[in-house]
């Protein structure tokens, strides 16, 4: 009897480890405004008819690999319908002459508009692969650590507590019986992790900094190897752009870019990682082989990014594995494949740009405003209606 007493305590005690954790999510990731969708042509999408779509359908043929991996009745978001509702299309991307890439998209999808409230404009950043140096042994000026996951990290999946919340996570560690926020940078790089071991060392603490901000990269060993450094989890900390804190500190917003944030804190060495641990997120590694050079790491969906084609976008809104299309200066059709912690909202999205010292400078200086597009299957699309308002939703 005392032994079931426990039990049913523990568990109790999970659930309400759960509960508050899915409280302590939404009051750090509050609701983004109402999304919208209103059904339109591609005749009327600004900047369709010249849209360059080649990459977006070698994309789309990865996206399709891990939506045929799924479950018929599995949930593609919001308004995705089930995997399903995606088999058709899949199979018909698989011979779709490379020649015609817009034409395959315009016999099998329907185009939405994407709207925000009454808004209908977004933003639109970029994220690239940064490289560093590192060594599996500390020495020389390879000192600061890079670390894989700690063993005492607890992830907590809220959506098996909210369906609302299916696809979302927070992260801690368990003290005393009590889900508690994990080491902030801050505590992170002055105490160093027990708890974690470290795949190598790097000589370049800032360098680490936009690594962890990009969420994949490469490195380049003292022994001449090269290795892809890919996503394996964060602390649960809230991210915070260090663009901001340096506008606090005088810093001029205009012009601001990750081009500007690199330099500021090789001039400041004395403040710079004060600036960096403004931002308590912190992320953690897997070390693996790079694979196909002329792609990205894995990202969220589970597939590799493709350089100007794939897109992060939020998952509480938006669909992973459909196309998008984005209107403005861009004029260019994306899969969304990708997510992050700075991407909220219904009509917000960063764009891969890829590998390189080319792909870094641009990717850096983008921010561009924007209509955003996503095109559903016809079948699906028949179902719906004209116009839909999630805002009760």
């Given at each position: 009897?005392?032994?079931?007493?426990?039990?049913a305590?523990?568990?109790?005690?999970?659930?309400?480890l759960a509960?508050a954790?899915?409280?302590?999510w939404?009051?750090l990731h509050?609701?983004?405004?109402?999304?919208?969708?209103?059904?339109?042509?591609?005749a009327?999408v600004?900047?369709?008819?010249?849209?360059?779509?080649?990459g977006?359908?070698?994309?789309?043929?990865r996206s399709?690999?891990?939506?045929?991996?799924?479950?018929?009745?599995?949930?593609?978001?919001r308004?995705?319908?089930?995997?399903?509702d995606w088999?058709?299309?899949?199979?018909a991307a698989q011979?779709?002459t490379l020649?015609?890439?817009?034409?395959?998209?315009?016999v099998?999808?329907?185009p939405?508009a994407i709207g925000?409230?009454?808004?209908?404009d977004?933003?639109f950043?970029?994220?690239?692969?940064?490289?560093?140096?590192?060594?599996?042994k500390?020495?020389g000026p390879?000192?600061t650590p890079?670390y894989?996951r700690?063993d005492?990290l607890?992830t907590?999946?809220?959506g098996?507590?909210r369906?609302s919340l299916?696809g979302?996570s927070i992260?801690?560690?368990?003290?005393d019986?009590s889900?508690?926020?994990y080491?902030?940078?801050?505590?992170?790089?002055?105490h160093?992790?027990?708890?974690?071991?470290?795949?190598?060392?790097?000589d370049d603490?800032i360098?680490?900094f936009?690594?962890?901000?990009?969420?994949?990269?490469?490195v380049v060993?003292?022994?001449?190897?090269?290795?892809?450094?890919t996503?394996?989890?964060?602390?649960?900390?809230?991210?915070t752009?260090?663009?901001?804190t340096l506008?606090?500190r005088?810093?001029?917003?205009?012009?601001?870019?990750m081009?500007v944030?690199?330099?500021?804190?090789?001039a400041?060495?004395?403040?710079?990682?004060a600036?960096?641990?403004?931002?308590?997120?912190?992320?953690?590694?897997?070390?693996?082989?790079?694979?196909?050079?002329?792609?990205?790491?894995?990202?969220?969906?589970?597939?590799?990014?493709?350089p100007?084609?794939?897109?992060?976008?939020?998952?509480?809104?938006?669909t992973?594995?459909?196309p998008y299309?984005?209107?403005g200066?861009?004029?260019?059709?994306?899969?969304a494949?990708d997510?992050?912690?700075?991407?909220?909202g219904?009509v917000?999205?960063?764009v891969?740009f890829g590998?390189?010292?080319?792909?870094?400078d641009?990717?850096?200086?983008?921010?561009q405003?924007?209509?955003m597009?996503?095109?559903l299957?016809?079948?699906?699309?028949?179902?719906?209606?004209?116009?839909i308002?999630?805002?009760?939703?």
């Open positions: 009897m005392a032994t079931r007493h426990k039990h305590v523990f568990l109790i005690g999970l659930l309400a509960l954790a899915a409280g302590l939404w009051y509050p609701a983004p405004g109402p999304l919208r969708l209103t059904r339109t042509t591609f009327d600004p900047g369709w008819t010249s849209a360059d779509a080649q977006a359908l070698d994309a789309f043929r399709c690999a891990a939506i045929a991996k799924q479950a018929d009745a599995a949930g593609m978001g308004y995705g319908g089930t995997a399903a088999r058709e299309v899949c199979a011979s779709a020649a015609q890439p817009r034409a395959f998209f315009e099998w999808f329907t939405f925000a409230g009454r808004a209908r977004g933003r950043t970029g994220y690239y692969e940064p490289q560093i140096r590192g060594s599996h500390r020495h390879y000192r890079v894989g700690p005492d607890v907590a999946d809220l098996a507590f369906p299916k979302e992260a801690g560690k368990v003290e019986g889900l508690v926020p080491a902030s940078r801050g505590e992170i790089d002055a160093g992790l027990k708890h974690a071991r470290v795949l190598f060392y790097t603490e360098s680490l936009f690594l962890h901000i990009q969420g994949s990269g490469r060993f003292d022994d001449g190897s090269v290795a892809r450094v996503y394996a989890a964060q602390n649960g900390r809230p991210y752009a260090v663009g901001k506008m606090a005088g810093v001029p917003r205009e012009g601001m870019s081009q944030i690199r330099a500021w804190l090789k400041h060495p004395k403040d710079a990682r600036v960096m641990e403004s931002d308590a997120s912190y992320v953690f590694f897997n070390e693996e082989p790079v694979g196909d050079p002329a792609l990205g790491a894995r990202g969220a969906e589970g597939v590799p990014l493709t100007m084609a794939s897109l992060a976008v939020d998952p509480r809104l938006n992973l594995g459909a299309f984005v209107s200066d861009l004029d260019r059709l994306f899969i494949q997510i992050g912690g700075a991407i909220r219904a917000r999205g960063d891969y590998f390189g010292s080319e792909a870094e641009k990717a850096g200086k983008m921010d405003t924007g209509r597009f996503v095109l299957p016809k079948a699906l699309a028949r179902r719906m209606k004209d116009e308002d999630f805002s009760g939703t």
